[in-house]
């Protein structure tokens, strides 16, 4: 008995239907290909503005950290008041999110976006505005809050783009807030805020 007798022998000058075959496929290859990086890009994309917000976030709450680490210790820069002085530490420490204009208006992001607040709180609990961090008539020392609001953060490239929602999309809006009290009442001839 002889093998594989019932197959037809093969020819070699029969490859050209193999040929072709391998020619269409390199289109769909092409496509193929396109379809699926375009998906992954935006993925990519994705990730990468999510950990700009991320990082964006943190630097803004490390910023306003420093800030009110520095408002209770009740220190001055140079002949500059409280509120100056823990604005310039909070605009120090951001990094770059804050623009370094100092004391000018510069619209939605820096040193206008910078806020230094002190409140007293009464015998009931509730919190009333102080125009000044100094120790109250009670002996009491005020409660004093550094944040930061409206600083908005733009993805570098949008990933989605929809009919009706515009080519650009609203940026994120973040904001940072830090609480503590006083420790010490600001020293004689310093600045009022």
């Not at 000058?13 to 020619?23: G, L």
Request: glycine share 8%; proline share 5%; net charge neutral.
């Amino acid at each position: 008995m002889t093998e594989n007798s019932s197959l037809p022998a093969v020819e070699s000058h029969d490859k050209s239907p193999s040929r072709s075959r391998r020619h269409r496929q390199r289109g769909s290859e092409i496509l193929e290909f396109t379809l699926v990086l375009m998906p992954m890009l935006m993925c990519m994309f994705l990730i990468l503005d999510i950990a700009w917000a991320v990082y964006s976030r943190s630097t803004l709450q490390y910023a306003v950290g420093q800030g009110i680490r520095y408002a209770v210790t009740s220190q001055t820069i140079g002949t500059m008041g409280l509120r100056a002085s823990v604005q310039t530490v909070v605009q120090e420490n951001a990094f770059g999110r804050l623009n370094s204009t100092a004391g000018a208006a510069t619209g939605v992001d820096g040193w206008n976006s910078i806020y230094v607040d002190c409140y007293l709180v009464s015998t009931t609990g509730t919190l009333s505005s102080s125009s000044n961090c100094g120790i109250t008539a009670s002996g009491q020392l005020p409660l004093v809050e550094v944040s930061v609001a409206g600083i908005s953060s733009k993805a570098f490239m949008p990933t989605l783009r929809l009919p009706g929602l515009g080519a650009d999309f609203t940026p994120i809006l973040m904001a940072a807030v830090a609480w503590d009290r006083m420790e010490a009442p600001p020293l004689a001839g310093t600045p009022a805020m």
